[in-house]
């Protein structure tokens, strides 16, 4: 064991067992299982996605796709058109892309060791040791926010998980306290999870109820609110786009596909300018001079805030087809966009203006 474990007695793996069998969570659909492809998607659905949003997902993706073969056979646009609502597609995109991989270079078999799983497309470092351990009882462990949080604040630790130095040393520390029987490992990595999401929470961590708050080294000084130490902050930026909601007769509205990389990739999106004067220009004929301006929405992203501006046009059937080819879109019945991949303000905006309902919330 590491020396900076020292004053951390091993029972650390050993309580943390017990409490899952006893007290930790039992019932979600994933923990009923050890099909690598079921861990796998409600490991990459979790990042950054609360449990109660992913459970409803969760079984409507596993009833289109039973199995790998069958999400890797599987085009595009439905992979993004049911993963809408959970935001960040890039990770829909991997997840499509790491079943094709599977299903071609693995036989349709995930591979059983940590090492190999993490060269799958979107498969990180902390994912691959999940789908290992809790599949095929690996010794390897995992580091994500939550289980970073509840490290750092048993150790203390001090250093800046800013720096990949220290993540690096966490990493290390995290192998360390691993249990000794690689049989314990399944309740061992799901222990340390549920302890991140249920007791050691970001803030007010419920200290009293944590199976190992005697040897956890922030409790004893009163400072589990100063773990984990992380000084870089994210920098914020603003920018103001412009998006065409064309209308035709028939009620359908005017899409396009955005580019595979940069904001909304892949996504089916409102035709978007950079100025009002550049929306003005792609339309035909007297169209613009029937254009209503809609409020304008603000959408979070990350690092930005979009100031979103939207011009409403109705399109008469003889300018819809050349409008279509200005701006390289396609006309989409509200049956076909309910279903389509969507940003989440363009799923927002057409259920709110065109008053059909929604499935799904679109991606961030
Ligand atoms: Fe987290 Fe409190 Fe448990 Fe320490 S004692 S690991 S701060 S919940």
Redesign the pocket.
């Known amino acids: 064991m590491s020396k900076a474990l020292s004053p951390l007695p091993r029972a650390f793996a050993r309580l943390l067992v017990s409490w899952q069998r006893e007290h930790g969570r039992h019932d979600l659909p994933w923990q009923r299982t050890r099909d690598p492809y079921r861990v796998w998607l409600s490991e990459v659905m979790l990042q950054q996605t609360q449990v109660s949003t992913v459970l409803g997902y969760y079984d409507r993706f596993l009833s289109r796709f039973p199995d790998v073969a069958a999400l890797a056979a599987a085009p595009a646009d439905d992979v993004m058109g049911l993963w809408s609502g959970l935001g960040y597609y890039s990770r829909a995109r991997h997840l499509h892309r790491c079943a094709q991989v599977v299903v071609s270079e693995h036989q349709g078999r995930f591979p059983d060791q940590a090492a190999q799983l993490q060269t799958l497309p979107g498969i990180g470092r902390s994912t691959a040791a999940a789908i290992a351990s809790l599949c095929h009882d690996e010794r390897i462990a995992i580091l994500d926010g939550n289980v970073k949080?509840?490290l750092s604040?048993?150790l203390a630790f001090e250093q800046d998980l800013a720096k990949p130095a220290a993540e690096k040393a966490l990493w290390a520390l995290a192998q360390a306290l691993l249990p000794a029987r690689a049989s314990d490992m399944p309740a061992y990595t799901q222990g340390v999870m549920d302890?991140g999401a249920t007791?050691?929470?970001r803030s007010q961590?419920?200290?009293a109820?944590?199976?190992?708050?005697a040897h956890?080294?922030?409790?004893q000084r009163g400072e589990?609110e100063r773990?984990p130490i992380k000084t870089r902050t994210l920098r914020r930026s603003s920018q103001t786009w412009w998006w065409l909601l064309a209308v035709n007769p028939q009620g359908e509205v005017l899409l396009h596909k955005r580019p595979s990389s940069g904001i909304w990739a892949d996504l089916h999106c409102l035709p978007l300018f950079e100025e009002e004067a550049a929306v003005m220009a792609v339309l035909p004929g007297r169209v613009s001079q029937q254009a209503t301006h809609l409020p304008v929405m603000m959408h979070a992203l990350t690092h930005r805030d979009l100031h979103l501006h939207t011009l409403r046009v109705p399109v008469g059937s003889r300018q819809a087809d050349a409008l279509a080819r200005t701006v390289s879109g396609r006309w989409c019945s509200p049956d076909v966009w309910a279903s389509l991949g969507l940003p989440a303000p363009v799923r927002q905006l057409l259920t709110q203006t065109l008053a059909r309902p929604a499935r799904g919330g679109g991606a961030a």
């Open positions: 949080r509840v604040r048993l302890l007791v050691c929470t961590p419920r200290c109820s944590c199976p190992v708050r956890c080294q922030a409790h589990t773990f």
